[in-house]
């Protein structure tokens, strides 16, 4: 399993371009509000692309975003991660 950084990303750009649309949406205007819609699902189309021509046939991603609990050797961490049908499944939703 290896580390990627930027699979956060993938459900955060079209998070904060709605949120920018919400309270920002009326001074863009209506057409720039769409554009920045269409960009921001688009870049996050290109990255779930990019992550599944890396990712390996048997292999998966992971980006650990904080560890919850640690006790001993158990511990719960708060991740993404991608493996082979989650790849597929970003590429389709």
Not at 31 to 41: E, I, K, Q, Y
Not at 71 to 84: L, R, T, W
């Given at each position: 399993?290896e580390q990627?950084s930027?699979?956060?990303?993938?459900?955060?750009?079209?998070l904060?371009?709605?949120?920018?649309?919400?309270?920002?949406?009326?001074?863009?205007?209506?057409?720039?509000?769409?554009?920045?819609?269409c960009?921001?699902?688009?870049?996050?189309?290109?990255?779930?692309l990019?992550?599944?021509?890396?990712?390996p046939a048997?292999?998966?991603?992971?980006?650990?975003l904080?560890?919850w609990?640690?006790s001993?050797?158990?511990?719960?961490?708060?991740?993404?991660?991608?493996?082979?049908?989650?790849?597929?499944?970003?590429?389709?939703?």
């Amino acid at each position: 399993m290896e580390q990627m950084s930027f699979l956060r990303l993938i459900p955060l750009i079209p998070l904060l371009g709605t949120a920018l649309n919400i309270f920002f949406g009326t001074r863009l205007g209506r057409r720039n509000a769409g554009c920045l819609a269409c960009v921001a699902v688009g870049l996050s189309f290109l990255l779930s692309l990019w992550v599944f021509v890396l990712l390996p046939a048997t292999g998966s991603f992971r980006d650990t975003l904080f560890t919850w609990i640690e006790s001993g050797s158990f511990k719960a961490q708060i991740s993404f991660q991608v493996d082979a049908l989650s790849a597929v499944m970003l590429l389709v939703i």
